[in-house]
Protein backbone atom coordinates (compact mmCIF):
# COMPACT_ATOMS: atom_id res chain seq x y z
CA UNK A 1 0.00 0.00 0.00
CA UNK A 2 1.21 3.28 -1.23
CA UNK A 3 1.05 6.22 1.72
CA UNK A 4 2.36 9.59 0.36
CA UNK A 5 3.14 12.64 2.53
CA UNK A 6 5.07 15.91 1.12
CA UNK A 7 6.47 18.56 3.38
CA UNK A 8 8.67 21.49 2.36
CA UNK A 9 6.01 23.61 1.07
CA UNK A 10 6.16 27.54 2.64
CA UNK A 11 6.58 31.43 1.51
CA UNK A 12 9.56 32.25 -0.13
CA UNK A 13 10.19 35.52 -2.26
CA UNK A 14 10.15 35.11 -5.86
CA UNK A 15 14.19 34.16 -6.63
CA UNK A 16 14.36 31.92 -4.01
CA UNK A 17 14.61 28.55 -3.84
CA UNK A 18 12.72 25.53 -1.94
CA UNK A 19 13.07 21.93 -1.90
CA UNK A 20 9.84 19.45 -1.51
CA UNK A 21 10.33 15.96 0.32
CA UNK A 22 7.66 12.96 0.04
CA UNK A 23 7.73 9.91 1.91
CA UNK A 24 6.28 6.84 0.98
CA UNK A 25 5.43 4.86 4.25
CA UNK A 26 4.47 1.80 1.47
CA UNK A 27 6.68 -1.13 0.88
CA UNK A 28 6.59 -0.24 -2.98
CA UNK A 29 8.68 2.49 -3.17
CA UNK A 30 11.03 1.52 -5.68
CA UNK A 31 8.63 -0.53 -7.96
CA UNK A 32 6.88 2.57 -8.37
CA UNK A 33 7.62 5.99 -10.99
CA UNK A 34 6.78 8.89 -8.85
CA UNK A 35 5.44 12.68 -10.26
CA UNK A 36 4.97 16.15 -8.42
CA UNK A 37 1.42 17.68 -10.30
CA UNK A 38 0.49 21.15 -8.69
CA UNK A 39 -2.73 23.00 -8.43
CA UNK A 40 -3.77 26.46 -8.18
CA UNK A 41 -6.41 27.81 -6.99
CA UNK A 42 -9.33 27.89 -9.44
CA UNK A 43 -7.01 25.57 -11.81
CA UNK A 44 -7.04 22.21 -12.65
CA UNK A 45 -4.08 20.51 -11.51
CA UNK A 46 -1.17 19.93 -14.05
CA UNK A 47 2.25 17.97 -14.60
CA UNK A 48 5.45 19.13 -13.41
CA UNK A 49 7.82 16.54 -12.79
CA UNK A 50 8.07 12.58 -13.28
CA UNK A 51 10.79 10.23 -12.57
CA UNK A 52 11.66 6.67 -13.14
CA UNK A 53 11.63 3.86 -10.95
CA UNK A 54 15.46 3.43 -10.74
CA UNK A 55 15.85 7.09 -11.05
CA UNK A 56 17.37 7.26 -14.49
CA UNK A 57 14.91 8.94 -16.26
CA UNK A 58 12.98 12.31 -15.53
CA UNK A 59 10.50 14.71 -17.54
CA UNK A 60 9.85 17.96 -16.67
CA UNK A 61 6.99 20.40 -17.68
CA UNK A 62 8.23 23.36 -19.96
CA UNK A 63 7.32 25.52 -17.41
CA UNK A 64 9.96 24.49 -14.55
CA UNK A 65 12.67 23.31 -16.69
CA UNK A 66 15.79 24.43 -15.99
CA UNK A 67 14.28 25.35 -12.79
CA UNK A 68 13.17 22.28 -10.92
CA UNK A 69 14.97 19.31 -10.37
CA UNK A 70 13.18 16.00 -9.09
CA UNK A 71 15.10 13.26 -7.93
CA UNK A 72 14.81 10.44 -5.28
CA UNK A 73 16.30 7.94 -2.71
CA UNK A 74 14.67 4.67 -3.04
CA UNK A 75 16.89 3.76 -0.03
CA UNK A 76 14.77 6.27 2.13
CA UNK A 77 11.24 5.54 -0.01
CA UNK A 78 11.69 9.47 -0.60
CA UNK A 79 11.50 11.72 -3.73
CA UNK A 80 12.34 15.13 -4.27
CA UNK A 81 11.60 18.48 -5.41
CA UNK A 82 14.07 20.96 -5.28
CA UNK A 83 12.50 24.23 -7.08
CA UNK A 84 15.25 27.19 -7.58
CA UNK A 85 14.59 30.54 -9.59
CA UNK A 86 10.92 30.62 -8.54
CA UNK A 87 8.50 32.35 -9.27
CA UNK A 88 5.15 33.76 -8.26
CA UNK A 89 2.95 31.80 -10.94
CA UNK A 90 4.68 28.79 -9.38
CA UNK A 91 2.39 29.40 -6.32
CA UNK A 92 0.31 26.70 -5.55
CA UNK A 93 -0.23 23.39 -3.66
CA UNK A 94 2.11 20.40 -4.53
CA UNK A 95 0.87 17.15 -4.72
CA UNK A 96 3.45 13.93 -4.95
CA UNK A 97 2.09 11.12 -6.31
CA UNK A 98 2.88 7.10 -7.40
CA UNK A 99 2.67 5.11 -10.59
CA UNK A 100 3.03 1.80 -11.80
CA UNK A 101 4.33 3.61 -15.32
CA UNK A 102 6.35 6.22 -16.22
CA UNK A 103 3.99 9.40 -17.41
CA UNK A 104 2.98 12.53 -16.85
CA UNK A 105 -1.16 11.95 -16.87
CA UNK A 106 -2.47 12.90 -13.93
CA UNK A 107 -5.27 9.43 -14.35
CA UNK A 108 -2.37 7.32 -14.72
CA UNK A 109 -1.20 8.07 -10.78
CA UNK A 110 -3.64 6.06 -8.00
CA UNK A 111 -1.97 7.57 -5.21
CA UNK A 112 -1.56 11.00 -4.36
CA UNK A 113 0.11 12.84 -1.18
CA UNK A 114 -2.06 15.46 1.02
CA UNK A 115 -0.15 18.19 -0.97
CA UNK A 116 1.96 20.95 0.66
CA UNK A 117 1.27 24.73 -0.34
CA UNK A 118 4.17 26.77 -1.56
CA UNK A 119 3.51 30.37 -2.15
CA UNK A 120 5.71 33.22 -3.86
CA UNK A 121 5.80 36.68 -3.25
CA UNK A 122 6.96 38.90 -5.87
Known amino acids: QVQLVESGGGLVQAGGSLRLSCVDS????????MGWFRQAPGKERKFVAA????????YYDDSVKGRFTISRDNAKNMVFLQMNNLKPEDTAVYYC???????????????WGQGTQVTVSS
Open 26 to 33: GRTFSNNA
Open 51 to 58: ISWSGGSS
Open 97 to 111: AASKIFTTEPGNFPS
